[in-house]
């Protein structure tokens, strides 16, 4: 990682150390947020956490474009590598034969999205969750949870967790389940990319500790790794 | 419709009307439905280069720039010409711009 100066990471000191390059090389961010088909007003309108429980709550899943499926792939990547899409809310596992497992995603909010080339540095199921210090500090509810939050349904590490890792560095990303289903397709979450728990399951028997993982999201900040 | 000039019996001019309804009718049963989305379809708001579009370009920076460590991140993409995409990249030590088309063939990669 490119070392910032010495000024710069004092007034930074508040951020985790695993965020500071990401910050030093931050572009100004272009999200893309999701936009849902109205067939009643025949227009496009976004697909805001409001619209996206109603749908949720209407239809007992997310959009079918968000559904797992096989799809054609084209890349030279190996088998096994994960591909993130943040700004199309796609998790692409690669397959053999020009092939990949697509799965719908949550990704990070405004100000929390990031991109860069990392590895899965270990798994867990059904995961503790310990909020970030950070998290503490901006979301008060999280500091009854500061000594970990038992894993189980109303988990929001949901039911599987792959913790993304720089070397041997835990770069405090994760990619894993959630108790909030509906949230996929969502820029919602605090960098950490959210799958439904079936999703993750799936995903999880099929990945193995070690596995490349390449993020992708436009104008996010830079987070350089492997 | 111009008005007739001469007396006409109301029963024609009943026939008159209604096979003028009927043709328009016809003419609205006869043209196409409107096709759109499914209902439910979703789509990101902005415009970006298919994923594995990116990441062949990402490969084929790496062969061509010969990037020692293969490390070559896709920054951001758009449309570009008809049927193309503009891939900007970045590695260690640089940036490069590609260009492919929609079958996957790289058109151009430029140090910049």
Not at chain 2, 19 to 31: E, K, P, R, Y
Not at chain 2, 47 to 66: H, I, K, N, V
Request: some cysteine; proline content about 7%; aromatic content about 8%.
């Amino acid at each position: 990682m490119t070392g910032l100066s010495g000024p710069l990471r004092t007034a930074l000191r508040w951020l985790p150390a695993a965020v500071l390059a990401a910050v030093a090389t931050a572009a100004l961010a272009q999200t893309f947020n999701t936009q849902i088909y109205d067939h009643v007003n025949r227009k496009w309108v976004d697909y805001s956490p409001q619209a996206a429980v109603r749908y949720y709550r209407m239809h007992g899943q997310t959009p079918e474009e968000f559904q797992r499926q096989v799809v054609p792939f084209r890349t030279a990547e190996k088998p096994g590598t994960i591909i993130i899409d943040g700004d199309r809310h796609f998790l692409y596992l690669v397959l053999p034969g020009f092939q990949a497992i697509r799965y719908g995603i949550g990704v990070g909010r405004d100000g929390f999205g990031w991109a860069g080339i990392v590895t899965v540095g270990r798994k867990q199921e059904w995961p503790v969750w310990t909020p970030p210090a950070e998290m503490i500090a901006r979301d008060p509810e999280a500091a009854q949870w500061k000594d970990g939050m038992p894993g189980g349904p109303d988990n929001p590490l949901g039911a599987r967790a792959l913790y993304l890792y720089v070397g041997n560095k835990d770069s405090i990303y994760r990619i894993h389940g959630t108790n909030q289903p509906w949230s996929i397709g969502l820029n919602i979450s605090s960098g950490c990319i959210r799958m439904n728990n079936d999703d993750v399951t799936d995903l999880y028997s099929r990945v193995e500790v070690g596995a490349k993982v390449i993020v992708l999201m436009q104008g996010a900040a830079l987070y350089k790794g492997v | 419709m111009n008005c007739p000039k001469s007396p006409v019996s109301s029963s024609r001019v009943a026939v008159l009307i209604a096979g003028l309804g009927l043709s328009l009718l016809a003419g609205c049963n006869t043209s196409a439905p409107v096709q759109g989305p499914a209902a439910g379809a979703v789509r990101s708001s902005g415009a970006t280069a298919p994923t594995d579009l990116q990441l062949l370009c990402a490969a084929e920076a790496a062969e061509q720039l010969q990037i020692t460590d293969g490390n070559v991140l896709p920054v951001s993409s758009g449309p570009s010409g008809g049927t193309g995409y503009r891939v900007n990249l970045t590695f260690e030590g640089g940036e490069a711009v590609c260009v492919i088309d929609d079958d996957g063939m790289v058109q151009s990669i430029d140090r910049i």
